[in-house]
């Protein structure tokens, strides 16, 4: 499912469609051959915008996810592993991020500095690590009682060597299937902010096209309708995935 | 660790944490490009100096960042949240206005999720892996992937826009008003849509949490053994499971409440309904930063609380929760 949509995606550029905000259309024209999910308010057509916003609904999500993976693995290894005044430091920042609604975080943070694409992946991951680093705490802090880490800390690897050549890749894997979750999350994220018109107003990503289409909601509802399906659609198919490979990897933590 | 000792470490942990994020927002709002008064004023080109600096005085605005700093956190203390850039009032009674009408909604939409997605777990356990289950499993995980504010507008759609059963956004009928007790259920019915997409959001979690603690109780000793004895279903559920499933989604509600202060921004925004996310939202269009700060400090302070409440509640009821992990 998913991957049809990544793979119109990444060939819209080439299919020949309208290019995105060209406006050569009917205004607000409902669906029909010749626009096939109908034109918005621009008189541009829908389905060239849709498609266009898959790829930087998908692309945000893709990237924020990744970037708060990356961030959330590497604090909470270090968090789990080293358990003296560097652990208890980050320990203190998670326990504050996750105080802080990240939603409302995000909306401040694009207030203030105000709003590129860009930054919208990098706000998006630095107000969602905090889980994924959480989760890698505790899996770090429960491998690193293993034998072989003693065996490899006995042969003299260093601290450092030991934690992300022996420790990380045991405990890896249920941070991976969460990550894929967060890419559905930070797709929502995404979509919320864009709905509240703080997205990037130059491309089109799903959340932008609803808010634009907002006002027309009575007269032209497929505008806001037809985007949010798709969101909806993909987001469904990312938690299935991110689901059956937890329930896989970490049959305990699916449970919850 | 006696159990005062435990408390004090918490709400000292509590009071640390509340204090480490306001600290994040004050930095973060006070190093933001662009001075306030322009946003509300309009354009330096055609505000006098006098003007200018008139309320850079009033608010503030001269002082070192350190001092505004500590004149912040101080404030906060003594409970004083400012005023307001743009209506001059003081922040505290703007919040203490629309505070109860998000409530309304929160609190409503939480405990009707909390007691139907509580009862469709039990439901879903006890038909565990027959039609029903699978239904109800495959519903929920749909709910769950929907952002709120879209199902929000479809059934605005749906019942609002086509059906005409329910008004499509406000807090109550402008054009012919209502008083007394007709007033309160005019303000229910236009609160219905939105309680009810905060609803259909909320239940995912509850239902999960329930469905899948019940369906490990149901493997237990003690239900094999209820059976054997043969007591019916109903009854082993009503009475047993019931006890044993029932504290994870109390947690949630809890948590969820705390939270929910500021959650429900986006449907507030959808419905038009004039709630602390709606002055929020416009708070930050406007720039008014003493009400986005007042407001993010109520919302984290009623998260930190709730939060450590529960802690100590939890070392109350398990003594094994405060030796830790």
Same mark, same amino acid.
Request: proline share 6%; net charge positive.
């Given at each position: 499912?998913?991957?049809?949509?990544?793979?119109?995606?990444?060939?819209?550029?080439?299919?020949?469609?309208?290019?995105?905000?060209?406006?050569?259309?009917?205004?607000?024209?409902?669906?029909?051959?010749?626009?096939?999910?109908?034109?918005?308010?621009?008189?541009?057509?829908?389905?060239?915008?849709?498609?266009?916003?898959?790829?930087?609904?998908?692309?945000?999500?893709?990237?924020?996810?990744g970037?708060?993976?990356?961030?959330?693995?590497?604090?909470?290894?270090?968090s789990?592993?080293?358990?003296?005044?560097?652990?208890t430091?980050?320990?203190?920042?998670?326990?504050?991020f996750?105080?802080?609604?990240?939603?409302?975080?995000?909306?401040?943070?694009?207030?203030?500095?105000g709003?590129?694409?860009?930054?919208?992946?990098?706000?998006?991951a630095?107000?969602?690590?905090?889980?994924i680093?959480?989760?890698?705490?505790?899996?770090?802090?429960?491998?690193k009682?293993?034998?072989?880490?003693?065996?490899?800390?006995a042969?003299?690897?260093?601290?450092?060597?030991?934690?992300?050549?022996?420790?990380?890749?045991?405990?890896?894997?249920?941070?991976?299937?969460?990550?894929?979750?967060?890419?559905?999350?930070?797709?929502?994220?995404?979509?919320?902010?864009?709905?509240?018109?703080?997205?990037?107003?130059?491309?089109p990503?799903?959340g932008?096209?609803?808010?634009e289409?907002?006002?027309?909601?009575?007269?032209?509802?497929?505008?806001?309708?037809?985007?949010?399906a798709f969101?909806?659609?993909?987001?469904?198919?990312?938690?299935?995935?991110?689901?059956?490979?937890?329930?896989?990897?970490?049959?305990?933590?699916?449970?919850? | 660790?006696?159990?005062v000792?435990?408390?004090?470490?918490?709400?000292?942990?509590?009071?640390?944490?509340?204090?480490?994020?306001?600290?994040?927002?004050?930095?973060l709002?006070?190093?933001a490009?662009?001075?306030?008064?322009?946003?509300?004023?309009?354009?330096?080109?055609?505000?006098?100096?006098?003007?200018?600096?008139?309320?850079?005085k009033?608010?503030?605005?001269?002082?070192?960042?350190?001092?505004?700093?500590?004149?912040?956190?101080?404030?906060l203390?003594?409970?004083?949240?400012?005023?307001?850039?743009?209506?001059?009032g003081p922040?505290?009674?703007?919040?203490?206005?629309?505070?109860? &009408?998000?409530? =309304?909604?929160t609190?409503?939409?939480? /405990?009707?999720?909390? +007691?139907?997605?509580?009862?469709?777990? %039990? @439901? #879903?356990?006890?038909?565990?892996?027959?039609?029903t289950?699978?239904?109800?499993?495959?519903?929920?995980?749909?709910?769950?992937?929907?952002?709120?504010?879209?199902l929000?507008?479809?059934?605005m759609?749906?019942?609002?826009?086509h059906l005409k059963?329910?008004?499509?956004?406000?807090?109550?009928?402008?054009?012919?008003?209502?008083?007394?007790?007709?007033?309160?259920?005019?303000?229910?019915?236009?609160?219905?849509?939105?309680?009810?997409?905060l609803?259909?959001?909320?239940?995912?979690?509850?239902?999960?949490?329930?469905?899948?603690?019940a369906?490990?109780?149901?493997?237990?000793?003690?239900?094999?053994?209820?059976?054997?004895?043969? &007591?019916?279903? =109903?009854?082993?559920f009503?009475?047993? /499971?019931l006890?044993n +499933?029932?504290?994870?989604?109390?947690? %949630? @509600? #809890?948590?969820?409440?705390?939270?929910?202060?500021?959650g429900?921004?986006?449907?507030?925004?959808v419905f038009?309904?004039?709630?602390?996310?709606?002055?929020l939202?416009?708070?930050?269009?406007?720039?008014?930063?003493?009400?986005l700060?007042?407001?993010?400090?109520t919302v984290v302070?009623?998260?930190?609380?709730?939060?450590?409440?529960?802690?100590v509640?939890?070392?109350?009821?398990?003594?094994?929760?405060?030796?830790?992990?």
């Open positions: 499912m998913l991957l049809t949509l990544g793979i119109l995606a990444l060939c819209v550029p080439y299919m020949g469609l309208p290019y995105f905000n060209s406006m050569e259309f009917p205004r607000l024209a409902p669906p029909s051959p010749k626009n096939v999910f109908g034109t918005d308010h621009l008189g541009r057509d829908m389905l060239t915008r849709v498609l266009w916003g898959a790829r930087v609904s998908l692309m945000i999500g893709l990237c924020a996810a970037l708060a993976s990356v961030i959330g693995i590497i604090l909470g290894s270090i789990g592993y080293f358990r003296g005044r560097v652990g430091v980050i320990d203190s920042l998670i326990n504050v996750q105080v802080i609604p990240a939603f409302f975080l995000a909306l401040v943070f694009l207030v203030v500095f709003s590129s694409m860009y930054l919208l992946v990098v706000v998006i630095v107000t969602t690590w905090p889980m680093a959480r989760i890698m705490r505790a899996q770090v802090m429960s491998v009682e293993r034998l072989f880490v003693e065996a490899a800390k042969v003299g690897c260093g601290d450092l060597r030991v934690l992300f050549k022996h420790v990380v890749p045991h405990a890896i894997p249920p941070a991976i299937a969460y990550s894929i979750l967060e890419i559905g999350a930070a797709i929502i994220m995404e979509a919320g902010l864009s709905y509240l018109g703080l997205g990037d107003p130059n491309y990503s799903w932008r096209i609803i808010y289409g907002q006002p027309y909601i009575i007269s032209a509802p497929w505008i806001s309708l037809v985007p949010g969101l909806v659609y993909t987001i469904v198919s990312i938690n299935l995935i991110g689901n059956g490979l937890l329930k896989v990897i970490a049959p305990k933590l699916a449970q919850r | 660790m006696g159990i000792g435990y408390a004090v470490k918490k709400a000292v942990e509590g009071f640390f944490t509340i204090i480490a994020a306001l600290t994040i927002i004050f930095f709002v006070n190093l490009p662009g001075n306030p008064i322009y946003f509300i004023a309009g354009d330096p080109v055609f505000l006098s100096p006098a003007v200018v600096e008139y309320y850079t009033l608010w503030g605005l001269d002082k070192p960042l350190y001092y505004r700093y500590f004149v912040y956190i101080s404030n203390l003594r409970g004083e949240l400012g005023r307001s850039y743009r209506f001059g922040v505290a009674q703007l919040i203490a206005e629309r505070l109860p &009408l998000t409530l =309304s909604l609190i409503t939409s939480n /405990i009707i999720a909390f +007691v139907v997605g509580t009862l469709l777990g %039990l @439901l #879903a356990a006890r038909k565990q892996g027959r039609s289950d699978t239904t109800l499993t495959v519903f929920t995980f749909i709910f769950n992937s929907v952002p709120g504010f879209l929000g507008i479809v059934l759609l749906v019942f609002g826009v059963l329910f008004p499509v956004a406000g807090l109550m009928d402008l054009k012919n008003p209502k008083t007394g007790i007709m007033l309160y259920l005019d303000i229910a019915y236009h609160a219905f849509l939105p309680i009810l997409t609803t259909l959001i909320l239940i995912p979690a509850y239902f999960k949490t329930v469905r899948d603690s369906v490990q109780q149901l493997v237990e000793d003690y239900v094999t053994t209820f059976r054997a004895v043969g &007591l019916d279903d =109903s009854k082993i009503r009475k047993h /499971i006890r +499933v029932i504290l994870p989604p109390i947690t %949630l @509600l #809890a948590v969820r409440l705390g939270f929910s202060l500021a429900a921004a986006l449907i507030e925004n038009g309904w004039p709630g602390m996310g709606r002055l939202l416009d708070s930050i269009r406007e720039r008014d930063y003493p009400v700060m007042g407001i993010y400090a302070t009623a998260i930190v609380a709730i939060s450590k409440v529960l802690d509640v939890y070392g109350v009821l398990d003594p094994r929760v405060k030796t830790g992990r």
